[in-house]
């Protein structure tokens, strides 16, 4: 309201000004205008001030102002515009502004003179001194004559003072002037003290060190060892024992001489007691300057400015430790001060007494020098140093030094743990190599490795952590929370300090020791380690639970772990069936189009798409080509080549990405799928080629490798080969593939932070890998395997090739011109496109041939084999020998690799293989026997 | 006796900032002048006063010039009515 009304008052005084009416001669033009401001300065479109724009403006018009001549112009409004008061004035773009918008075309209407009209006129020179005595000169009579102020004082006044004046002087008649003031002087002298000069010549006495007491007759006999008696200077115990705790409060004394160089203090020689023998005195002296000597190295080390942190912490600490020996030593003093009840004064006792607060700072004392050596090689040297002294003290028992010294180390811990909880706290790094066992790689890490890459323990140049021995074990710890903090905020979770950070246990002597007076009796280090482990805890737990509840519920890991076990495990299986029968078709067509990335991705993508845990804009599939395209390398059918080229990726988000990495995708994962499609592809080979019962009638006259067993032959192959099958896809996704992503889940489920889930994958990976018998070390039965599925291709190659033998057969009976042309067409097409049907498995020299030549292989009636396979019927010996052979090859191959699989599964591999091996011997053995 | 009145802490301030008020007024009214908007100290004043208070300069060069036009028409108004009373009064437009 009050801004309001201010406003209000302003706005009525500028229309006064600017149009001259009041609200007393023109009330209702008043009013009018009022109303009409108000409205127009509260309600308007203009935006706020922008400052740039306005200087642009002037800019701008200064510039104008220069290309009409008027230079003077232009740098008079620039003067201005850079005076300091203006340019600090928090509203001139807005008041420059306003002047902007009246101006009104300063080029042709301003002037410079303008400005001279504006001066205010000249003010009169200041009033000085001079000039008023050179007007009236101070030379009146009596000007300086002294003021009696008390002239005018009120009656009451008046009143009180004589009253006083009576009251002090009674009835006597009141003197002069002159004579009360000799009466004031001397009252004054009345009231001085005298001085005693006995307690003067008491506390000149007490100066032992000025005023030399010499020995008495009876103190000779004692004194008498001394040296010169003549300059040997008495002084009582008392006095000693007062020159003595002065001096161990770092005092000067005249008992004791300091070497300032040195630091040592030394007793000085020529004093000596009364009532002891010189030498026991001088004896004890030096035990007590032994003590001020090192409690005066402790002193002066803390006096010295320190810049390491640790340092400076120590340092604190030991000056609080000194004050606390100052206020023993005071005790001990105060006993002979306020005396209440009868003391013994005795040097002895005291050097006893003061022993014990002393001890720990004489271990100190020694310290000191090795911890500066140490910490100017490594700050955090000195930890370990005062962490490894604590330690002994612990051992030795000595429950005086133990606290003082597991204190002083935990008070320069907490500093070290500065950098540390700053780290785990807020994610930040204190970029001092010196201190700090965690660095942050120099060059930009992309999220999505950010877990890994970014920060890392430091290490020496002999490979140790760059940190204190008795926090190498926390490390990485330490490393993981500080990791999480950083996840989570880019992340955009941790903005602030979650709550439940600000409970930290402080660690001190109670939190690592306990509150029992006695020292325990567990070792020290695993004292800390079990406090530090607590500390720890407090941020380890709440960084890291969040950060797994943030993974587990925001970003879905066990919904990408769905989805990637649909995409490369066929966990449903049926969803997949349609893209890869039409993959499986095109491959078998030799169609071009087979590996059309874009369809691929659009067919996995609409096959998965409906999935609820899948995002199918993150599904891609590709294919790399194949080398030596239309050849079959290596010994293995092009087919198997042919799908194993098939990748399908499956974009993680980078929080995601930083668990699931990328080369467990691409090592078990994608090499899982592959195998998988592989399977499928020969079991939907093997179970396109179906035998008729016609094929199974016996002829009457059983010629050797009648049709009759050639059919027999390869319906038993085609059944070992199809248990075969069956078993290893049964055997991948029933037993490895479904225990392993539960165990898995399990494990995620239980992990406590990041590291945890990654290893937990980590391992899936390798044990999957293995599982499936794509490992290394089990490469020579994975290479079996691959060759029976090898196999099974090359006898659906086959089988087909006998059919359209025998198609082709039957169509020259049938005599039919039509039906036979067809059928030409028929076989040639199936010719040109049948993969060749090899089976001469250890001639590879042939291999690298064209496609030309293996379509020509292909062709039973090819030129290859013109002379011995002419006619068809000449064309069923060797189909019937290639079975045999076949058989006899798949019977070695499964042999070898349950033999194989028995063999790893006893010598510590997985149980699972000996139950597979089985069912390969299961798969042969019936057959055997019925053939 | 009460002890005499110190001089207040906070009045000398107080005095530099009104000096510095009035240097920046002088400034500004240096620069309205050069660019020739006919605002007197007073206005200036005035002005820069409500925009200390919050009110948008263009609205209030707006307000400014609209009053500066009224005031103008009332003038005007009071002259011609003048005029038209000296008239009357000589009889001129008696027919």
Redesign the interface.
């Known amino acids: 309201m009050a801004h309001l009304a201010k406003l209000g008052l302003l706005t009525d005084e500028l229309i006064t000004a600017l149009t001259g009416i009041t609200e007393q001669n023109d009330p209702q033009n008043f009013r009018l205008c009022r109303k009409f401001a108000a409205r127009s300065l509260k309600h308007h479109n203009y935006g706020r001030t922008n400052q740039f724009e306005v200087a642009q403006r002037l800019d701008g018009l200064q510039e104008k102002l220069s290309i009409l001549n008027c230079d003077e112009l232009a740098d008079a409004i620039e003067d201005r515009r850079n005076e300091d008061t203006l340019l600090r004035y928090n509203w001139a773009p807005e008041a420059l502004s306003l002047i902007l918008e009246l101006s009104n075309k300063p080029a042709t209407n301003s002037r410079l003179e303008d400005l001279e009209a504006l001066k205010p006129p000249p003010s009169p020179p200041p009033l000085t001194w001079e000039d008023i005595i050179s007007e009236d000169p101070l030379d009146e009579e009596g000007i300086w004559d002294e003021v009696d102020f008390g002239a005018e004082s009120s009656e009451d006044e008046e009143f009180e003072r004589r009253s006083f004046d009576r009251s002090v002087s009674g009835d006597e008649t009141q003197p002069s002037s002159v004579a009360a003031e000799e009466n004031e002087a001397q009252n004054l002298e009345v009231t001085l003290l005298q001085p005693d000069q006995s307690i003067l010549d008491h506390i000149s006495k007490a100066q032992f060190w000025n005023h030399r007491t010499r020995p008495a007759k009876e103190d000779v006999d004692l004194i008498e060892t001394a040296i010169d008696l003549s300059k040997t200077w008495k002084l009582s115990e008392m006095q000693a024992l007062r020159e003595v705790l002065f001096m161990l409060s770092g005092l000067p004394t005249s008992l004791f001489s300091c070497d300032t160089s040195t630091g040592v203090i030394k007793p000085v020689e020529k004093y000596a007691l009364g009532h002891t023998s010189y030498d026991s005195f001088q004896g004890l002296l030096a035990a007590f300057a032994n003590l001020g000597t090192q409690v005066q190295t402790v002193r002066q080390w803390t006096s010295l400015e320190q810049s390491i942190p640790l340092l400076q912490s120590l340092n604190a600490s030991i000056s609080s430790r000194l004050k606390i020996l100052q206020q023993k030593l005071l005790q001990i003093e105060s006993r002979f001060v306020h005396l209440r009840k009868q003391v013994v004064v005795s040097l002895v006792d005291v050097y006893h007494r003061v022993q014990t607060p002393l001890l720990p700072l004489l271990m100190l004392a020694d310290l000191l020098p090795a911890l500066k050596e140490t910490a100017g090689e490594n700050p955090f040297k000195c930890l370990e140093k005062l962490f490894h002294q604590t330690s002994l003290v612990h051992l030795a028992g000595d429950d005086v030094s133990f606290p003082f010294m597991t204190s002083l180390f935990l008070d320069c811990f907490n500093t070290y743990l500065r950098p540390i909880r700053a780290w785990m706290e807020s994610g930040e790094l204190y970029y001092n190599e010196e201190i700090f066992f965690i660095g942050m790689a120099e060059k930009s890490v992309e999220n999505r490795n950010l877990w890994h890459d970014q920060y890392f323990l430091r290490q020496d140049h002999r490979g140790r952590l760059h940190a204190p021995e008795f926090l190498r074990a926390q490390a990485k710890k330490i490393l993981n929370t500080g990791k999480s903090v950083v996840f989570l905020r880019r992340l955009g979770i941790f903005g602030s300090r979650p709550a439940a950070l600000e409970d930290e246990p402080y660690l001190d002597y109670a939190a690592v020791c306990g509150t029992d007076n006695s020292i325990p009796l567990a070792p020290f280090s695993d004292l800390f380690d079990e406090a530090f482990e607590r500390w720890l805890d407090s941020k380890h737990h709440s960084a890291s639970t969040v950060l797994r509840n943030v993974l587990f519920s925001r970003y879905g890991l066990f919904t990408i772990l769905d989805a990637l076990e649909h995409i490369y495990f066929l966990k449903d299986g049926s969803l997949y069936a349609n893209m890869l029968t039409v993959l499986f078709e095109k491959i078998e067509r030799r169609k071009d189009s087979w590996n059309d990335r874009f369809l691929l991705t659009e067919q996995a993508q609409g096959a998965l798409g409906t999935l609820a845990c899948m995002d199918p804009k993150r599904l891609f599939v590709r294919s790399t080509p194949l080398a030596g395209e239309g050849a079959e390398t290596g010994g293995t059918h092009r087919s198997l080549k042919m799908l194993g080229t098939i990748k399908v990726e499956y974009t993680l988000p980078w929080s995601i990405a930083n668990i699931i990495a990328r080369h467990t995708i691409t090592d078990s994962y994608q090499r899982v799928f592959t195998l998988l499609v592989q399977i499928r592809n020969a079991k939907y080979l093997l179970e396109r080629r179906r035998l008729l019962k016609t094929d199974f009638i016996k002829p009457n006259h059983a010629s050797a490798d009648s049709n009759y067993d050639v059919n027999l032959l390869s319906l038993s192959i085609r059944h070992r080969l199809l248990w075969l099958v069956n078993t290893l896809y049964s055997y991948l996704t029933e037993t490895v593939i479904v225990t392993s992503t539960l165990e898995l889940r399990y494990d995620m489920n239980a992990a406590k932070d990041v590291d945890a889930m990654i290893s937990a994958h980590e391992h899936f990976a390798v044990k999957l890998q293995e599982q499936c018998l794509l490992s290394r070390k089990l490469s020579p039965i994975y290479q079996a395997l691959m060759s029976l599925l090898d196999l099974a291709f090359h006898f659906s190659d086959l089988h087909s090739a006998s059919e359209v033998d025998r198609s082709v057969d039957r169509s020259v009976l049938s005599g039919s011109r039509h039906d036979q042309a067809l059928r030409d067409k028929q076989y040639a097409g199936r010719a040109m496109k049948r993969p060749t049907a090899r089976l001469d498995f250890d001639s590879s020299d042939d291999e690298e041939a064209d496609d030309s030549s293996e379509y020509d292989e292909l062709d039973p009636r090819g030129s290859k084999g013109s002379g011995a396979r002419s006619s068809l019927p000449s064309n069923r010996v060797p189909l019937a020998a290639r079975l045999r052979e076949m058989r006899a090859e798949i019977d070695r191959l499964c042999g070898f690799a349950a033999t194989g699989l028995r063999s790893v599964s006893r010598a510590g591999g997985e149980p699972a293989w000996d139950m597979l091996a089985d069912m390969l011997d299961w798969g042969i053995r019936p057959t055997e026997e019925h053939l | 006796m009460a002890p005499p009145a110190q001089p207040q802490p906070s009045s000398q301030p107080a005095d530099s900032k009104r000096a510095?008020a009035r240097?920046?007024i002088?400034?500004?009214?240096?620069?309205?002048?050069?660019?020739?908007?006919?605002?007197?100290r007073?206005?200036l004043s005035?002005?820069?006063?409500?925009?200390?208070?919050g009110?948008?300069?263009?609205?209030?060069?707006?307000?400014?010039?609209?009053?500066?036009r009224?005031?103008d028409a009332?003038?005007h108004q009071r002259d011609h009515d003048l005029v038209y009373e000296e008239d009357a009064r000589r009889g001129d437009y008696s027919d």
């Open positions: 510095a240097e920046v002088d400034i500004l009214q240096e620069i309205s002048t050069l660019l020739d908007t006919k605002l007197d007073t206005t005035l002005c820069v006063s409500l925009i200390e208070n009110v948008n300069p263009e609205a209030l060069a707006n307000v400014v010039k609209e009053l500066r009224e005031g009332l003038r």
